[in-house]
């Protein structure tokens, strides 16, 4: 079946650390992958999405991700990471077969100390 | 500009009773997608709706159903409600189909759902 798989569940870091939020995906042949992000008291938002080219996708508030096939992996990075980072990131995948059902991870909750 | 509305925002029901949650898209937006989201849990896909036709249903019993209205509006109905329907739904839209596979959807702020 296919699924979407994030490492870490809570994540905490303090200011200026760096990021990085794992994620896998099971499926096999093309695949399209996004990172969503939802910060407290507002709604799920896109960050970044990758469907082929570059492997490294760069997305809104210094954000980007890069695509390992061989890994079948999806990690988040940022180099240094704010307060106001602080948010769940979920990590949604499909495959190029299933045109409209997006699987998700269960998400990380990332917290920032100031 | 007004983005995705849901209403309502919370709603406390009890087993076997019926619930119907609405979404309002964003103007111009013709594709609407409900999820499911559970506490603890990544959103689940339900239904994709365009153009007043389904275009996608995800792994959910026939007691969820859903439809979309000439104006893009959108209604989900769940039938003989259980405790494990308690969770969070979301109603995503966007301009077309294809850029809601494209990952080009807009969510709004969910409705809250308990069941007791």
């Known amino acids: 079946a296919q699924s979407v798989s994030q490492h870490n569940h809570h994540v905490i870091l303090s200011e200026a650390a760096s990021l990085e939020l794992g994620c896998n995906y099971s499926?096999?042949?093309?695949?399209?992958l996004f990172w969503y992000v939802q910060y407290p008291g507002q709604h799920l938002q896109l960050l970044l999405k990758y469907f082929s080219g570059d492997p490294l996708v760069k997305g809104i508030k210094g954000f980007e991700a890069e695509f390992i096939k061989s890994k079948f992996s999806f990690n988040l990075r940022k180099p240094s990471v704010q307060w106001s980072d602080t948010a769940e990131y979920f990590c949604?995948?499909?495959?190029?077969?299933?045109?409209?059902?997006?699987?998700w991870g269960l998400g990380t909750s990332l917290a920032v100390n100031p | 500009d007004a983005g995705v509305t849901q209403s309502p925002t919370h709603l406390i029901k009890t087993r076997g009773q019926h619930v119907t949650l609405r979404c309002s898209p964003i103007s111009g937006h013709k594709s609407v997608s409900w999820y499911q989201q559970v506490l603890g849990q990544g959103p689940q896909f339900i239904f994709q709706y365009y153009e007043k036709e389904e275009r996608g249903r995800g792994n959910f019993p026939d007691r969820f159903s859903a439809r979309q209205f000439p104006n893009y509006s959108s209604e989900l109905n769940v039938n003989a409600l259980l405790l494990g329907d308690s969770a969070l739904y979301l109603c995503?839209?966007?301009?077309?189909?294809?850029?809601?596979?494209?990952?080009?959807?807009?969510f709004g702020p969910g409705t809250r759902l308990t069941v007791l």
């Open positions: 995503a839209s966007s301009l077309d189909w294809s850029l809601a596979v494209w990952g080009e959807q807009f």
């Open positions: 949604a995948g499909r495959s190029a077969g299933n045109n409209r059902k997006l699987i």
């Open positions: 499926y096999g042949g093309t695949v399209n």
